[in-house]
C-alpha cells in the first residue's frame, strides 16, 4: 500500500524524514519496502500485515506514528455546510441479510455538478497511483485512502424506487460491474439491490447501471461495514480485487462507517456543489459490541523479557486507541478499539507494547539446558543408506510427491496391487493428479530429463514417501521406500569413457551395498514376474522372509514410452519395513590358525539352474571341515550348448588344529561335489 | 707325455688372444663405474638419454658382454687352454714367468669385464627406473561418487546444531486431518490459508499439510511439555512453479515449550542458529509480524552472509536476507495440545530449506531442485 509522506504530515506534523518513518514503521511490523520521491512529496510502500486492515489508510498509518512519536493524531474538523431534509425522505434502505452485512449507513447530496477534480485532489491521488475519474468519485477514494472506509457513490436516479437492498443474490442474477464486465452471481453472494436488480457488488465493485455520469445530478453516498469473508469469498470467486475489497476483507471499521460518510459528503458538498441531507440514514440491528481485554503488566516481561513501566504500557496502548477501563492494581482492563479485530487476548495487548517498546531492546539468551539433544530414530542409518549409495555412484535425487497416475508398476507389497490413488481435488499441475504410490516414475522423469541434455550415464536413487488410499474416512497410508535407476555406463571419476556398460548386476550391488550399509541381513533375490520389469531380468526382493521389492530391468513397453533406446535398470525397496529389521549384533569370532584349501568347480548344469540353488546345496550338506562357496564366475558361449551354461565355484576346506593334505581334502570335496553333480544332472568341466 | 711348449710359443699364443680380446673389447671401454658414484639419478638418465643409450642397447651389452666373458675367461676358453700350457713348459724359470705373463692378462681382462658389467647393470637399472616412471598427474582411479541432494545436505547441517541444542528432531504425516493442518494452529475457518486455491485436497478431504507445524502438534500430545523439538520436512502449497516457487518444498519448524521460555530465548537461539549455519559474525534482526500461531509474532532477518550486511545482489541491496517467521506459541495452539499455559510458555519458529539453499548456494531458479540434472546435483557436497 502507498502512503504519502506529505499528507501523513498534514495528518500529525511528523518532522521524521521519509527514510526515518520507514525505518520506524518497519520496527513496529508495517515494514517498508521502498522509499520513492515523487515531486516534492515522498511515497513509502507499506507491507501490511493480513491482520492490520486498520493500517490500511493514512489516518491508520498516523495513528502508529503517533505511538512512535509520542505525538497524536491532529483532529481536523469537516462539517457539512448545506443540509436540508432527511435521507429518509428520498431512499430507503433494507438489510436482508444483517449476517453479511452488520451496517448500511446511506446518505444522500442533490444538485451536484459533475466535474474534474480540483488540482489539489487530483495530485494527492496520483501520488499514491490512483487514478482520477471525476470529483464524486475521487472524492470516494480519497476518504477511503484517508479513513480507509471503502465508499461508493450511487446515481440515486437510476436507483428503480430509489431503494437500497442489502441481500444474497439469487440464483441466475447477474450484474455488468464498473469495467464492464458481466458477472454470474451465486446465493452466497451479497449484493446492493434497488426495487429491481443488484447494482453494486456489496464490498467489492459498483455496477455500471447506476454508475455516476455527467449527466448525474443526485448522488446517494453508501458507507457500510460487510462480512469479511463474505466478500473474501466473493473477490476471490469472481477474481476481482479492489481496493474496497482488500479492506473489507481484512476487516474494516464498524464504528467509523459515519464519520467517513460525513467526512465525504463534507467534501462532496464542497467540491461538486449539491445539499446534503441532514443526517445518514443508518441501519445498524445488532451493534457490534465492544470488547474488553485484560492485562496484567508483569505478564510483559514473562513472555517478552521487556521490562516496561506500567506508565509506559498505559501510553502504547492508549495511543493505539486501546481506553482503560479498570484501574486494578495487578489487572489492567482494555476496550479494544472497533478498528482492531486482532486484538483478543492479553496476548495480543503484550505484542502492542513489545513492537512499540522494540523487538531490538528484548535481550539475546538460550533457554537453559534441558534435554539431551536426538534425531529421528532413523536418522542413522538413512544417514548411512545415503552415504553406501553416493559411494556407489549414485547420485540422489528429490522428484514431487504428486504425478501422473499409473497402472503400469507393481508396487511394494505393503501397497498391494489393489490400493488405489490418492487423488487430488485441486492439482496445480494438471497431468500430476495423485499422490504418487511408486517412486519409479519420478526417477525415470529424471532420467529422461538427463538424457534430453546428452546425459546418458545416469544413476540415481530416491528416498520419499508413497501413499495409498485407505479404508474410506481413514487417512491414507504413507510408506517410505527408497529407489534407484541406473542407465549407461560405469563412470569413473575424472575419466572420460565409462569402464563398461552397467548391467543389473550393478544395480544389485548397488542395493546390496545400501543394506549393508545400515547393518541389515542380506537381502534374498529370486526370479519374479514384475509388472513394470523385463521378464527374464526381474527379482523379487526379501528380506527376513518377507518381501519388500523388486528389481530388473525396465520393461519395453515402458522403455518406449519414456523413449528410453537404452537399457534401464530401476529397483524399488520399503524403506519402513526394512528399518524395522532389527540390526544384527556384532559379536568377534576367533580367527583361523590354520590355511584353508580351496577347490574351484566349473559345472555344467542346464541355464535354469541358479548359483544360489548351487551354493545352497552345496551349504546344506553338514560336511566335516567344509567351510563354504564362493562364486567364481559363469561361462557360457563357444563350447556351450544353448541350453547350459558352466559355473564355477570355489569350495574351501579347513580344519580348526592343522593344515589340511590335500589328499584329505579330495576324499570329501569329491563326493561333495558328486552329490551336486546327482541332483542338478551337471557334468563337471 | 704330451709334447712341451716353449715360453715363447705360449707368450705368443696367450698375447695373441688378449690382443682379440682387446679388440673385441673395445666396444664396452665407455662404460665406467665412476661416472655412477659422482652423479645423481636423473642426471644419470639424462646423460644417458643424450648419448643415446637406450634401455634395450644395454641390456643387449650386458648380454653381449656375458657371452665375452664366457668366451675368455670361460672353462672352454681358448684362455683356460692355454693357462693349461704353463705345466708343459719345462724350464721352471720360464714357467714361472709364463705363470706370471698370464696372470697379468688375465686380470687385466676380468677387472675390466667386471667394470664393464657393474656399470652396465647399473645403467640398466636406472634406465629401467626411467622407463616405469609414471604421469603423476593422470587422475588417480575411483568410481564416479554421487552426491547428496542440495536439501539433504542442507536438511543435515541444520539438524545437527538443533541436535546439539538439546532439541529433538521429530517427523508425522505429509497429509493431514483439517485439524492437524489448521485448526490446531489456530487458523480458523474460513482463513485465507484454508482455501482450496492455497492448499491441496484430497478427493477424501485431507489437507497435503501446508506447514510442518502439524508435527508439532503431534509431538506435544505426545511427550507434553516440556518440549524442545525440530519438524524438517515436505510441505505443499498451491504455487505455481516459477523461479521462485514450487508447489512443493521443504520446512523445518522449531519448538521450544517450557517453564520461563521468553522472547529473548527465541531471539538468542536463532542467533545462535545463524552463526553457527553461516558464521559467527553473522546479525540477527527481529521485526513484528503476524501468523495465526503464534503471538507475538516476529519476521527474522540475518544479516547478509556475503556482503556483511553493506547491501549486495544476494541481500537486494538491502543487507539483510529472511530467515522466517517466529514469534511466542499462541496460548489456543498450547491448550489444543494439553499444555497448560499458566505454567509454560513457549517459542516456535519456521524456515525454508530449499530458500536457504537458493541463498546460500545462490541458486536463481529453485525448480532446479527437483529437475534432478546429475550436472546440478554433482555440485553440492
Given at each position: 500500500?502507498?502512503?504519502?509522506?506529505?499528507?501523513?504530515?498534514?495528518?500529525?506534523?511528523?518532522?521524521?524524514?521519509?527514510?526515518?518513518i520507514r525505518?520506524?514503521?518497519t520496527?513496529v511490523?508495517?515494514a517498508?519496502?521502498a522509499?520513492?520521491?515523487?515531486g516534492?512529496?515522498?511515497?513509502?510502500?507499506v507491507?501490511v500485515?493480513?491482520n492490520?486492515?486498520?493500517?490500511?489508510?493514512?489516518?491508520?498509518?498516523?495513528?502508529?506514528?503517533?505511538v512512535?512519536?509520542?505525538?497524536?493524531?491532529?483532529?481536523?474538523?469537516?462539517?457539512?455546510k448545506?443540509?436540508?431534509?432527511?435521507?429518509?425522505?428520498?431512499?430507503?434502505?433494507?438489510?436482508?441479510?444483517?449476517?453479511?452485512?452488520?451496517?448500511?449507513a446511506?446518505?444522500?447530496?442533490?444538485?451536484?455538478?459533475?466535474?474534474?477534480?480540483?488540482?489539489?485532489?487530483?495530485?494527492?491521488?496520483e501520488?499514491?497511483g490512483?487514478?482520477?475519474?471525476?470529483n464524486?468519485?475521487?472524492?470516494?477514494?480519497?476518504?477511503?485512502?484517508?479513513?480507509?472506509?471503502p465508499?461508493?457513490a450511487f446515481d440515486?436516479?437510476?436507483?428503480?424506487?430509489?431503494?437500497?437492498?442489502?441481500?444474497r443474490?439469487?440464483?441466475?442474477?447477474?450484474?455488468?460491474?464498473?469495467?464492464?464486465?458481466?458477472?454470474?452471481?451465486?446465493?452466497?453472494m451479497?449484493?446492493?439491490?434497488?426495487?429491481?436488480?443488484?447494482?453494486?457488488?456489496?464490498?467489492?465493485?459498483?455496477?455500471?447501471?447506476?454508475?455516476?455520469?455527467?449527466?448525474?445530478?443526485d448522488?446517494?453516498?453508501?458507507?457500510?461495514?460487510f462480512d469479511?469473508?463474505?466478500?473474501?469469498?466473493?473477490?476471490?470467486f469472481l477474481?476481482?480485487h479492489?481496493?474496497a475489497?482488500?479492506?473489507?476483507?481484512?476487516?474494516t471499521?464498524p464504528?467509523?462507517?459515519?464519520?467517513?460518510?460525513?467526512?465525504?459528503?463534507?467534501l462532496?458538498?464542497?467540491?461538486?456543489?449539491?445539499?446534503?441531507?441532514?443526517?445518514?440514514l443508518?441501519?445498524?440491528?445488532?451493534?457490534?459490541?465492544?470488547?474488553?481485554?485484560?492485562?496484567?503488566?508483569?505478564?510483559?516481561?514473562?513472555?517478552?523479557?521487556?521490562?516496561?513501566?506500567l506508565?509506559?504500557?498505559?501510553?502504547?496502548?492508549?495511543g493505539?486507541?486501546?481506553?482503560?477501563?479498570?484501574?486494578e492494581?495487578?489487572?489492567?482492563?482494555?476496550t479494544?478499539?472497533?478498528?482492531?479485530h486482532?486484538?483478543?487476548?492479553?496476548?495480543?495487548?503484550?505484542?502492542?507494547?513489545?513492537?512499540?517498546?522494540?523487538?531490538?531492546?528484548?535481550?539475546?539468551?538460550?533457554?537453559?539446558?534441558?534435554?539431551a539433544?536426538?534425531?529421528?530414530?532413523?536418522?542413522?542409518?538413512?544417514?548411512?543408506?545415503?552415504?553406501?549409495?553416493?559411494?556407489?555412484?549414485?547420485?540422489?535425487?528429490?522428484?514431487?510427491?504428486?504425478?501422473?497416475?499409473?497402472?503400469?508398476?507393481?508396487?511394494?507389497?505393503a501397497?498391494?496391487?489393489?490400493?488405489a490413488?490418492?487423488?487430488?481435488?485441486?492439482?496445480?499441475?494438471?497431468?500430476?493428479?495423485?499422490?504418487?504410490?511408486?517412486?519409479l516414475?519420478g526417477l525415470l522423469?529424471?532420467i529422461?530429463?538427463?538424457?534430453?541434455?546428452?546425459?546418458?550415464?545416469?544413476?540415481?536413487?530416491?528416498?520419499g514417501?508413497v501413499?495409498?488410499s485407505?479404508?474410506?474416512?481413514?487417512?491414507?497410508l504413507?510408506?517410505?521406500?527408497?529407489?534407484?535407476?541406473?542407465t549407461?555406463?560405469?563412470?569413473?571419476?575424472?575419466?572420460?569413457?565409462?569402464?563398461?556398460?552397467?548391467d543389473?548386476?550393478?544395480?544389485?550391488?548397488?542395493v546390496?551395498?545400501?543394506v549393508?550399509?545400515?547393518?541389515?541381513?542380506?537381502?534374498?533375490?529370486?526370479?519374479?514376474?514384475?509388472?513394470?520389469?523385463?521378464?527374464?531380468?526381474s527379482a523379487?526382493?526379501?528380506?527376513?522372509?518377507?518381501?519388500?521389492?523388486s528389481?530388473?530391468?525396465?520393461?519395453?513397453s515402458i522403455s518406449?514410452e519414456?523413449?528410453?533406446?537404452?537399457?534401464?535398470?530401476?529397483?524399488?525397496?520399503d524403506?519402513?519395513?526394512?528399518?524395522e529389521?532389527?540390526?544384527?549384533?556384532?559379536?568377534?569370532?576367533?580367527?583361523?590358525?590354520?590355511?584353508?584349501?580351496?577347490?574351484?568347480?566349473?559345472?555344467?548344469?542346464?541355464?535354469?539352474?541358479?548359483?544360489?540353488?548351487l551354493?545352497?546345496?552345496?551349504t546344506?550338506?553338514?560336511v566335516?571341515?567344509?567351510v563354504?562357496?564362493t562364486?567364481?564366475?559363469?561361462?557360457?558361449?563357444?563350447?556351450?550348448?544353448?541350453?547350459?551354461r558352466?559355473?564355477?565355484?570355489?569350495?574351501?576346506?579347513?580344519?580348526?588344529d592343522?593344515?589340511?593334505?590335500?589328499?584329505?581334502?579330495?576324499?570329501?570335496?569329491?563326493?561333495?561335489?558328486e552329490t551336486?553333480?546327482e541332483?542338478?544332472?551337471?557334468?563337471?568341466? | 707325455?704330451?709334447?712341451?711348449?716353449?715360453?715363447a710359443?705360449?707368450?705368443r699364443?696367450?698375447?695373441?688372444?688378449?690382443?682379440?680380446?682387446?679388440?673385441?673389447?673395445?666396444?664396452?671401454?665407455?662404460?665406467s663405474?665412476?661416472?655412477?658414484?659422482a652423479?645423481?639419478?636423473p642426471?644419470?638418465?639424462?646423460?644417458?638419454?643424450?648419448?643415446g643409450?637406450?634401455?634395450?642397447?644395454?641390456?643387449?651389452?650386458?648380454n653381449?658382454?656375458?657371452?665375452?666373458r664366457t668366451?675368455?675367461?670361460g672353462?672352454?676358453?681358448?684362455?683356460?687352454a692355454?693357462?693349461?700350457?704353463?705345466?708343459?713348459?719345462?724350464d721352471?724359470l720360464?714357467?714361472?714367468s709364463?705363470?706370471?705373463?698370464?696372470?697379468?692378462?688375465?686380470?687385466s681382462?676380468?677387472?675390466?669385464?667386471?667394470?664393464?658389467?657393474?656399470?652396465?647393470?647399473?645403467?640398466?637399472?636406472?634406465?629401467?627406473?626411467?622407463?616405469?616412471?609414471?604421469?603423476?598427474?593422470?587422475p588417480?582411479r575411483?568410481?564416479?561418487?554421487?552426491?547428496?541432494?542440495?536439501?539433504?545436505?542442507m536438511?543435515?547441517?541444520?539438524?545437527?546444531?538443533?541436535?546439539?541444542?538439546?532439541?529433538?528432531v521429530?517427523?508425522?504425516?505429509?497429509?493431514?486431518?483439517?485439524?492437524?493442518?489448521?485448526?490446531?494452529?489456530n487458523i480458523?475457518?474460513?482463513?485465507p490459508?484454508?482455501?482450496?486455491?492455497?492448499?491441496?485436497?484430497?478427493?477424501?478431504?485431507?489437507?497435503l499439510?501446508?506447514?510442518?507445524?502439524?508435527?508439532?502438534?503431534?509431538a506435544?500430545?505426545?511427550?507434553?511439555a516440556?518440549?524442545?523439538?525440530?519438524?524438517?520436512?515436505?510441505?505443499?502449497?498451491r504455487?505455481?512453479?516459477?523461479?521462485?516457487?514450487?508447489?512443493?518444498?521443504?520446512?523445518?519448524?522449531g519448538l521450544?515449550?517450557?517453564?520461563?521460555i521468553?522472547?529473548?530465548?527465541?531471539?538468542?537461539?536463532l542467533?545462535?542458529?545463524?552463526?553457527?549455519?553461516?558464521?559467527?559474525?553473522?546479525?540477527?534482526?527481529f521485526?513484528?509480524?503476524y501468523?495465526?500461531?503464534?503471538?507475538?509474532?516476529?519476521?527474522?532477518?540475518y544479516?547478509?552472509?556475503?556482503?556483511?550486511?553493506?547491501?549486495?545482489?544476494?541481500?537486494?541491496?538491502?543487507?539483510?536476507?529472511?530467515?522466517?517467521g517466529?514469534?511466542?506459541?499462541?496460548?489456543?495452539v498450547l491448550r489444543?495440545?494439553?499444555?497448560d499455559?499458566?505454567e509454560?510458555?513457549g517459542?516456535?519458529?519456521?524456515?525454508?530449506?530449499?530458500?536457504t539453499?537458493?541463498?546460500i548456494y545462490?541458486?536463481?531458479?529453485?525448480?532446479?531442485?527437483f529437475?534432478?540434472?546429475?550436472?546440478?546435483?554433482?555440485?553440492?557436497?
Open positions: 500500500m502507498l502512503i504519502s509522506c506529505n499528507w501523513l504530515r498534514e495528518l500529525i506534523g511528523t518532522k521524521l524524514s521519509p527514510e526515518e525505518d520506524r514503521l520496527n511490523g508495517l517498508v519496502d522509499v520513492e520521491a515523487r516534492d512529496d515522498s511515497v513509502l510502500d507491507e500485515p493480513s492490520r486492515g486498520d493500517c490500511l489508510s493514512h489516518i491508520g498509518i498516523a495513528r502508529e506514528l503517533a512512535i512519536e509520542k505525538s497524536q493524531v491532529s483532529s481536523f474538523k469537516f462539517q457539512v448545506a443540509t436540508n431534509g432527511k435521507t429518509g425522505e428520498f431512499a430507503s434502505v433494507e438489510i436482508r441479510d444483517p449476517d453479511l452485512c452488520p451496517r448500511y446511506a446518505r444522500t447530496v442533490r444538485g451536484v455538478k459533475i466535474a474534474p477534480s480540483p488540482d489539489w485532489l487530483v495530485k494527492k491521488l501520488t499514491i490512483q487514478r482520477p475519474i471525476n464524486v468519485a475521487d472524492i470516494t477514494n480519497y476518504v477511503l485512502h484517508e479513513f480507509g472506509q465508499l461508493h440515486l436516479a437510476r436507483l428503480t424506487e430509489k431503494k437500497i437492498i442489502v441481500r443474490a439469487t440464483k441466475g442474477e447477474s450484474i455488468r460491474t464498473l469495467d464492464g464486465v458481466d458477472r454470474k452471481l451465486d446465493e452466497q451479497l449484493v446492493i439491490a434497488d426495487a429491481k436488480e443488484p447494482v453494486a457488488l456489496a464490498g467489492v465493485m459498483g455496477g455500471e447501471l447506476s454508475e455516476i455520469s455527467n449527466l448525474t445530478t448522488v446517494l453516498i453508501e458507507s457500510a461495514y469479511a469473508s463474505s466478500v473474501r469469498r466473493t473477490a476471490k477474481g476481482l479492489t481496493e475489497s482488500h479492506r473489507f476483507e481484512r476487516g471499521d464504528a467509523g462507517v459515519i464519520a467517513a460518510q460525513e467526512r465525504c459528503v463534507a462532496i458538498c464542497e467540491l461538486a456543489g449539491g445539499v446534503a441531507t441532514e443526517d445518514a443508518d441501519v445498524y440491528p445488532n451493534p457490534i459490541e465492544t470488547k474488553a481485554v485484560a492485562l496484567r503488566p508483569e505478564r510483559v516481561e514473562s513472555i517478552t523479557s521487556l521490562q516496561v513501566e506508565d509506559e504500557i498505559k501510553r502504547i496502548l492508549t493505539l486507541g486501546f481506553e482503560l477501563r479498570v484501574k492494581a495487578s489487572v489492567l482492563s482494555f479494544v478499539p472497533s478498528w482492531r486482532d486484538v483478543s487476548i492479553e496476548e495480543d495487548l503484550v505484542e502492542e507494547v513489545a513492537r512499540h517498546t522494540g523487538y531490538d531492546k528484548i535481550e539475546t539468551s538460550l533457554p537453559p539446558a534441558r534435554h539433544g536426538e534425531y529421528h530414530s532413523s536418522e542413522e542409518r538413512k544417514r548411512a543408506l545415503r552415504l553406501a549409495l553416493i559411494s556407489q555412484g549414485f547420485g540422489e535425487a528429490i522428484n514431487l510427491s504428486f504425478t501422473e497416475l499409473t497402472d503400469d508398476f507393481d508396487l511394494i507389497p501397497l498391494n496391487a489393489e490400493t490413488p490418492v487423488t487430488l481435488t485441486n492439482p496445480i499441475i494438471e497431468e500430476a493428479s495423485g499422490m504418487r504410490r511408486t517412486l516414475p522423469n529424471s529422461r530429463h538427463n538424457l534430453n541434455y546428452g546425459i546418458r550415464d545416469v544413476s540415481l536413487f530416491e528416498l514417501r501413499f495409498g485407505n479404508e474410506a474416512g481413514t487417512l491414507p504413507e510408506h517410505e521406500t527408497f529407489a534407484l535407476v541406473a549407461g555406463g560405469l563412470l569413473e571419476a575424472n575419466r572420460a569413457q565409462p569402464a563398461r556398460e552397467l543389473f548386476f550393478d544395480l544389485k550391488g548397488a546390496e551395498a545400501a549393508d550399509g545400515i547393518n541389515l541381513p542380506p537381502l534374498s533375490f529370486a526370479a519374479a514376474t514384475i509388472k513394470h520389469l523385463r521378464p527374464g531380468q523379487s526382493i526379501s528380506a527376513n522372509g518377507g518381501r519388500v521389492g528389481i530388473g530391468r525396465l520393461a519395453d518406449a519414456y523413449k528410453f533406446r537404452q537399457p534401464v535398470f530401476v529397483a524399488e525397496l524403506l519402513t519395513t526394512l528399518l529389521v532389527k540390526v544384527q549384533p556384532v559379536f568377534y569370532a576367533p580367527l583361523p590358525r590354520f590355511p584353508a584349501i580351496v577347490r574351484d568347480v566349473s559345472l555344467l548344469v542346464d541355464r535354469t539352474v541358479t548359483v544360489a540353488e551354493s545352497k546345496a552345496a546344506d550338506q553338514s566335516p571341515h567344509f563354504g562357496v562364486f567364481v564366475g559363469t561361462y557360457e558361449g563357444e563350447g556351450i550348448p544353448d541350453s547350459k558352466s559355473v564355477t565355484l570355489r569350495f574351501e576346506y579347513r580344519a580348526d592343522r593344515t589340511m593334505r590335500d589328499e584329505e581334502v579330495d576324499a570329501i570335496h569329491w563326493p561333495l561335489v551336486l553333480k541332483r542338478f544332472g551337471g557334468e563337471v568341466r | 707325455m704330451p709334447d712341451s711348449v716353449t715360453f710359443e705360449l707368450k699364443r696367450s698375447d695373441e688372444i688378449y690382443e682379440t680380446f682387446n679388440q673385441e673389447f673395445r666396444r664396452f671401454e665407455r662404460f663405474v665412476d661416472r655412477f658414484y652423479e645423481s639419478v642426471n644419470l638418465i639424462r646423460q644417458l638419454q643424450l648419448e643409450y637406450s634401455l634395450t642397447a644395454a641390456e643387449d651389452a650386458l653381449d658382454l656375458t657371452t665375452l668366451r675368455y675367461t672353462k672352454k676358453s681358448d684362455w683356460a692355454a693357462k693349461k700350457l704353463i705345466g708343459r713348459i719345462a721352471g720360464q714357467r714361472a709364463a705363470g706370471q705373463h698370464l696372470l697379468f692378462l688375465e686380470v681382462m676380468t677387472d675390466r669385464l667386471e667394470n664393464a658389467r657393474l656399470s652396465l647393470e647399473k645403467t640398466i637399472k636406472v634406465l629401467r627406473t626411467a622407463r616405469e616412471s609414471i604421469d603423476v598427474t593422470i588417480g575411483r568410481p564416479q561418487p554421487g552426491h547428496l541432494h542440495p536439501i539433504t545436505l536438511r543435515q547441517r541444520i539438524e545437527d546444531i538443533f541436535v546439539s541444542l538439546g532439541y529433538a521429530e517427523d508425522d504425516r505429509e497429509i493431514e486431518t483439517d485439524f492437524y493442518n489448521f485448526d490446531a494452529l480458523p475457518e474460513g482463513h490459508a484454508r482455501d482450496p486455491q492455497d492448499t491441496f485436497y484430497t478427493t477424501e478431504g485431507f489437507a499439510r501446508s506447514q510442518t507445524s502439524t508435527v508439532q502438534i503431534h506435544m500430545q505426545r511427550r507434553g516440556p518440549v524442545r523439538m525440530i519438524a524438517p520436512g515436505r510441505v505443499f502449497r504455487d505455481t512453479p516459477d523461479p521462485t516457487h514450487n508447489p512443493m518444498f521443504f520446512q523445518v519448524e521450544c515449550v517450557d517453564r520461563g521468553t522472547m529473548a530465548h527465541l531471539k538468542g537461539t542467533a545462535e542458529f545463524v552463526h553457527r549455519l553461516f558464521g559467527p559474525e553473522t546479525k540477527t534482526r521485526r513484528p509480524s501468523f495465526p500461531f503464534t503471538e507475538p509474532s516476529a519476521e527474522v532477518d544479516s547478509c552472509f556475503s556482503c556483511g550486511g553493506s547491501g549486495c545482489r544476494i541481500c537486494k541491496h538491502s543487507g539483510w536476507i529472511e530467515l522466517g517466529s514469534g511466542m506459541v499462541h496460548p489456543n489444543t495440545a494439553n499444555v499455559t499458566s509454560f510458555t517459542f516456535a519458529f519456521g524456515l525454508g530449506i530449499d530458500r539453499c537458493a541463498r545462490q541458486l536463481d531458479d529453485i525448480r532446479l531442485l529437475e534432478n540434472d546429475v550436472r546440478f546435483l554433482a555440485q553440492f557436497r
